[in-house]
């Protein structure tokens, strides 16, 4: 049995399944690490950007009652952020600005596997949506496909999903993100170098896939899940 059979959706993590885990942790991480200052003093009194600062000042105090000794807002905060690797809504959305920017002055240019472009072609000829769930912000996620060294690859992605829609580890982000594809989880595909995540899609319907890449952290009790090192085998 094909193992798109009865599937209308693919979703897609981006970390160590589309895109090589190194560039998101030594290049884009870096990147606004090297960036956030210049960025908000040049951007702090815009609307959008002064909606992030809000969002980090509220999980900036909850890390103070939590006793968790955060660094002074906003820069320094930030970056320790970036550091833990936090998925924050704030600091994701900021650093999809910060990106932005980079990715428009050409200093980055972003990287999926090669087998990545060929499997959107075949995967849409099919007539199947593909879509990418990342705890990334949404123009986080657009960015990276839109600026890629393969072209732009948005032209493929039917839809795009954050950390709004729910934490990756919940299986309720997963029944979410079918009702917005108006689809039944049966029918969406899950793929992700994560357990955790693939749990919780699990727990919602979805099919899933375990994304295996060079340089992926391994993962334990990875026999629960059918492994795939390429999209070719899709």
Request: aromatic residues 8%; proline residues 3%; contains cysteine.
């Amino acid at each position: 049995m094909n193992v798109l059979d009865g599937l209308r959706a693919i979703l897609l993590d981006i970390e160590g399944t589309t895109t090589p885990i190194a560039f998101v942790h030594d290049v884009l991480f870096s990147y606004a690490r090297e960036h956030v200052r210049g960025f908000l003093r040049a951007n702090a009194d815009e609307e959008a950007v002064r909606a992030d600062i809000e969002l980090l000042h509220t999980e900036h105090a909850d890390d103070v009652s939590k006793g968790c000794n955060p660094p002074p807002l906003v820069a320094d905060y930030v970056e320790w952020l970036i550091a833990l690797d936090r998925k924050s809504t704030g600091l994701k959305s900021l650093q999809g600005k910060i990106w932005r920017q980079g990715y428009q002055e050409g200093s980055l240019k972003s990287q999926v596997f090669s087998d990545v472009p060929p499997a959107f072609e075949r995967w849409q000829a099919r007539g199947l949506s593909i879509d990418i769930f990342s705890s990334g912000s949404v123009l986080a996620q657009k960015l990276l496909f839109a600026h890629t060294e393969a072209g732009d690859l948005t032209g493929f992605i039917d839809r795009y999903f954050d950390t709004n829609v729910g934490k990756k580890g919940e299986a309720a982000s997963y029944r979410r993100i079918a009702e917005e594809l108006q689809l039944a989880p049966a029918e969406i595909l899950f793929i992700s170098d994560v357990i955790q995540e693939l749990d919780a899609a699990s727990e919602a319907g979805m099919k899933t896939l375990l994304s295996v890449r060079t340089g992926n952290v391994p993962e334990s009790n990875v026999k629960r899940y059918a492994e795939i090192r390429s999209f070719d085998q899709i």
